[in-house]
């Protein structure tokens, strides 16, 4: 199911919970009790997902995901793996990686005309 769909999915739910609010259960053991604030909430965690944010250690501070290609994981991994000594090397290697980003990053961006 692609995000879009889930989204829609979750959407119609929801609207069908809020035209039907008045035969909403009112007892915690009725298997359908508060299940729009469920749905909101799942509906929200989708939206923080396709937008790369997620929550960390539930401090609920967002937090932008990072996602890196497997050679450049191998690349940090090469510089980190072989002991304290050679942390400098795999500090550097992400620095590197950074810098590789950031300068992908102002090359797809158009310059602001004025």
Excluded: C
Aim: aromatic share 10%; charged share 30%.
């Amino acid at each position: 199911m692609r995000h879009e769909d889930a989204d829609n999915a979750l959407a119609d739910a929801l609207w069908w919970f809020r035209g039907f609010r008045a035969a909403q259960p009112t007892e915690a053991s009725d298997a359908t009790f508060d299940m729009q604030s469920k749905l909101l909430d799942a509906r929200n965690w989708l939206k923080r997902l396709a937008e790369g944010k997620r929550r960390v250690l539930g401090l609920g501070e967002p937090e932008q995901g990072i996602v890196i290609t497997y050679a450049e994981f191998e690349r940090l991994y090469d510089g980190l793996r072989h002991g304290i000594e050679d942390r400098e090397v795999g500090v550097a290697t992400a620095k590197q990686i950074l810098e590789e980003y950031r300068a992908e990053l102002r090359g797809t961006k158009p310059g602001v005309p004025f």
